[in-house]
């Protein structure tokens, strides 16, 4: 048990870097894992900080609402490379990004399901559904009560996207 | 293994039978304010085992469509989900739920809890561990637990 | 002291009523206040239920990101009516919002700041933001650690105001 | 009564001194994650006087600008509030913390945090209702206070 903690804990502190500069697209942003007690992490807690793109290492309770979204993203995502489930479900988590950070995510979260696994975003933004597969657009519908309808397309191949969604 | 769609019955603002997909690698699900978005997402983790408090409901019965506003259409909620693997075959993982109790499914044979939970593990679905939920408006918190619960997270997931 | 909590809470009933159906920009949308114990409302607790657009009366925990959004400025507005401060400030409440109830949210906010109070808006949005009166733009200056500077523009007559933003 | 501008020195990410403003009717702050723009929302809230776990900080000394590296560039930080009447006349509301401890002027006069308070209160700025600030991501929790906290709520601005 002590062995596999270690273990994931090792893969877990060396892929969040790598994932963190790919979702910031800076090579100097950093992502740190760090035990309190390095001999045996399972028995103390483990600490997280970001070095956000410009600024100097700093605890995360003093990045701002954006920036700790990103470093949430990118935890999650080191999380499953080691304990890879089949699809990954994330609902608005580009609520607090500017439009720079959401293209920066985007980009990521399509190039991860192009290689390591199945994505569904539920978003607002526009610059999440352009560059989706398939677009599944949820609608209401009247009875009783409200009724929820969906409509889905397929973006796979299509070259007319612009048109499509507009 | 990837998921392919979902089958929704009664279940929150789905009424009836609907099907929900089909899923490719990168999918993105649009709709105005209330429309039943985040109810996909809370169909998908209800067939995941999740408890009735991560759904947004009190209890389970809540999630047959119309007990929000007291009128059950039905006695019963059902989602499935259908898995694919890389030659195709499918693999169905369906909840229902009657009243406030859960039955588990898998391809149409009834199973306990336990077994339905492990077969999900086997296709690397760690319920417990919520490796691949993220709930609306819980994305910061997750880079701001403490550090003993970070440690229990990575009990968990190793 | 009693006198002034029902007075209060009197007030606030009815205004919340209306200031809801604005935002909503639907008549039959409804906002409702009631008291557990309407003889004594002070020694029992305030429920607050919305029955938001196309929907029937439901608790508030049904309700989606976006709605309850709504339903939260409806509350704080109707409590700034009894009490009123000076301005308001809100930050970043339209991250849960669809394009549309951006536009609603936006209107409404100006119409307010016209006639009873002053705003001000953090918002990462454009509605937001080409229905102001001034825009003050943060940007970020790099030196021992990230600095803050301000630039800001009044666009209170500009006839122009979209060349200028974009 | 309106805010007519903010003067901040030395201030979390505003490093020395610095006009936030003019304001007008209808204000909107912009700018791109992390340029510090709910930093503005905290130096108003901090010359309200606002306590520092509502600031995002442990102690008051972190709002210095600087000391979230550990390198504070002053021993002292300052937000001023100017408000102007209908006839112009400005009344000036400023707080400063030295280390922990905070002093209060109004008009570059030293007061009491009492007095300061009720000076406030008369232009209807009442900090323990919090019927004018709305911090980043806390809106929808506004409509799901529990009955009781909402009595407590209506106690407190009546
Ligand atoms: N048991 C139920 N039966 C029928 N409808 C329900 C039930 N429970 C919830 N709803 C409906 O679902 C709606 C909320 O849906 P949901 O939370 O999925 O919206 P959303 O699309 O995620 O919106 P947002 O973009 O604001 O997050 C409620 O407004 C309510 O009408
Ligand atoms: N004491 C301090 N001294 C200097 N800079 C600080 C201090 N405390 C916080 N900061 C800086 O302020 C930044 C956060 O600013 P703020 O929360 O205002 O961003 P924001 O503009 O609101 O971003 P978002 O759009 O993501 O919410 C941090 O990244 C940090 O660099
Ligand atoms: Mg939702
Ligand atoms: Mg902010």
Known sequence: RIHLFSKCFEHVSVVIDQIYKRLCRNSSAQAILSADNPDEPYLSGINYNCVAPGKRFMSMENLSGGEKAIAALALLFAIHSFCPAPFFI??????ALDNSNIG??????????????????????????SKSDALLGVYSDFDVCMVSRILSLDLYLRTDRQLLIF | VYLKQIDVEN??????????????????????????????????????????ASLRVRHLRDLIHGAHIGQPVSATARVAMRYHDDEDRETVFCRRVSGNASEYFINDIHVTLTKYMEELE????????????????????????????????????S
């Open chain 2, 11 to 52: 279940f929150k603002s789905w009424r009836g039978t609907q099907v929900i997909g089909p899923f490719m690698r990168f999918n993105c699900i649009i709709g105005t304010n209330g429309s039943g978005k985040s109810n996909v997402m809370d169909a998908l983790s209800f067939a995941m085992g999740e408890r009735a």
């Open chain 1, 90 to 95: 994330l609902d608005e988590v580009d609520a």
């Open chain 2, 122 to 157: 086997k296709i690397g679905i760690v319920t417990k561990a919520k490796n691949c939920l993220v709930f609306q408006g819980t994305v910061e918190s997750i880079a701001l637990k403490d550090p003993k619960e970070r440690t229990k997270m990575f009990e968990c997931i």
């Open chain 1, 104 to 129: 920066k995510v985007a980009r990521f979260i399509r190039e991860e399901s192009m290689e390591n696994m199945q994505i569904i975003v539920i978003s607002l933004k526009e610059e999440f559904f």
